[in-house]
T-cell receptor, first 111, second 114 residues
Framework: RKEVEQDPGPFNVPEGATVAFNCTYSNSASQSFFWYRQDCRKEPKLLMSVYSSGNEDGRFTAQLNRASQYISLLIRDSKLSDSATYLCVVNPSGGYNKLIFGAGTRLAVHP | DADVTQTPRNRITKTGKRIMLECSQTKGHDRMYWYRQDPGLGLRLIYYSFDVKDINKGEISDGYSVSRQAQAKFSLSLESAIPNQTALYFC?????????????FGPGTRLLVL
């Protein structure tokens, strides 16, 4: 079983749609969680951290379910510019700073 | 100017050749990393360094070596390139904030080994 698993997609949605991605992780002791965004042929960039209580940044909402070992990313009112690959990232051991990356979920927003 | 730079951006080489990929950063971070990315796989850690005198192997270090010449520079070498080292290589730096860690990536080096 992969340490971090994501549905590869692609998710094809129209502008304005709401879309949600899930990600599961295998290490129950994992300490911190992130969503990174990667545009085609570009470097990954931090989109948002995921807090235990859930957190929101504009149209983006991230949630963590420790009991079921998954995190989610919800994008509301999708824009064409949201088209990218979204990487689920887990730090399994807190301060050690070794990040485990999922393979990514590809999102394509069309007019 | 970019905070993390990588050279070259693209490289084609032949099996058996030694090549070096270079990474420089102006963020003042102590921690630097080398990853490779292959289609359908997540980024995989090759080597990491928490300061100039600290070098550690990642999950796929075989066939690679690194050098931390200064706080700002971290080089990755392929001693004898082979075709399955064809991949997209990223350098990253990090700091630690209250949420855990944020990593900042360079633009990547696309390597093709023939």
């Amino acid at each position: 079983r992969k340490e971090v698993e994501q549905d590869p997609g692609p998710f094809n949605v129209p502008e304005g749609a709401t879309v949600a991605f899930n990600c599961t992780y295998s290490n129950s002791a994992s300490q911190s969680f992130f969503w990174y965004r990667q545009d085609c042929r570009k470097e990954p960039k931090l989109l948002m951290s995921v807090y235990s209580s859930g957190n929101e940044d504009g149209r983006f909402t991230a949630q963590l379910n420790r009991a079921s070992q998954y995190i989610s990313l919800l994008i509301r009112d999708s824009k064409l510019s949201d088209s990218a690959t979204y990487l689920c990232v887990v730090n399994p051991s807190g301060g050690y700073n070794k990040l485990i990356f999922g393979a990514g979920t590809r999102l394509a927003v069309h007019p | 100017d970019a905070d993390v730079t990588q050279t070259p951006r693209n490289r084609i080489t032949k099996t058996g050749k030694r090549i070096m990929l270079e990474c420089s950063q102006t963020k003042g971070h102590d921690r630097m990393y080398w990853y490779r990315q292959d289609p359908g796989l997540g980024l995989r850690l090759i080597y990491y360094s928490f300061d100039v005198k600290d070098i550690n192997k990642g999950e796929i270090s075989d066939g690679y070596s690194v050098s931390r010449q200064a706080q700002a520079k971290f080089s990755l070498s392929l001693e004898s390139a082979i075709p399955n080292q064809t991949a997209l290589y990223f350098c990253a730096t990090s700091d630690v904030d209250s949420t855990g860690e944020t990593q900042y990536f360079g633009p990547g080096t696309r390597l093709l080994v023939l």
